[in-house]
């Protein structure tokens, strides 16, 4: 599958619309049955409030995925990321209710590189903290 979305249709500068990805405590518990990380800070909300945390907390890994799925989803394709990296920069804690918490991801395009990529900057907030920092996807646009 090819990307979608065409070099000659994309400026340095332009934004990539916010969307809102739902964390639920549910999320976490599948995320660690896959990933096969079961630290009980991510589902045991006595254990995370004992050693320090305000409560449960989303893996890293799975807030990073998130940022993933935005770029993969607007690209088109998931086979169009070249390159994508981040760092963590906050926790997203996520309450035992029926809302949990939101990831809120964003990007803009900061550079077109030869050869029909380009480099996407990415925001990633949950409430107003931002939970990633330096997070980029180099993108291969048809």
């Known amino acids: ?3 979608t979305v065409r070099y000659d249709e994309v400026e340095v ?6 969307v809102d990805y739902r964390v639920r ?9 896959a990933s096969g990380d079961f630290n009980q800070i991510h589902w045991n909300e006595r254990f995370a409030k004992t050693v320090g ?6 893996h890293g890994m799975y807030t990073m995925a998130q940022a993933g799925r935005f770029v993969t989803d607007w690209a088109g394709d998931p086979g169009a ?3 994508f990296g981040v760092r963590f920069s906050a926790m997203v804690v996520v309450p035992d209710d029926d809302q949990g918490a939101t990831v809120t991801v964003s990007g803009v395009i ?3 590189l030869e050869d ?5 900057g990415l925001t990633a907030k949950s409430g107003d ?3 990633l920092s330096r997070a980029r996807a180099v993108v291969q646009l048809a």
Do not use: S, T
């Open 129 to 131: 903290a931002e939970v």
């Open 81 to 83: 990321v070249v390159d």
């Open 110 to 112: 900061e550079e077109k």
């Open 1 to 3: 599958m090819a990307a």
């Open 13 to 18: 500068g332009q934004q990539i619309p916010a």
């Open 116 to 120: 029909k990529r380009v480099v996407i």
């Open 25 to 33: 405590r549910l999320n976490l518990v599948m995320y660690a049955g």
């Open 53 to 58: 945390l305000p409560d449960v907390i989303a």
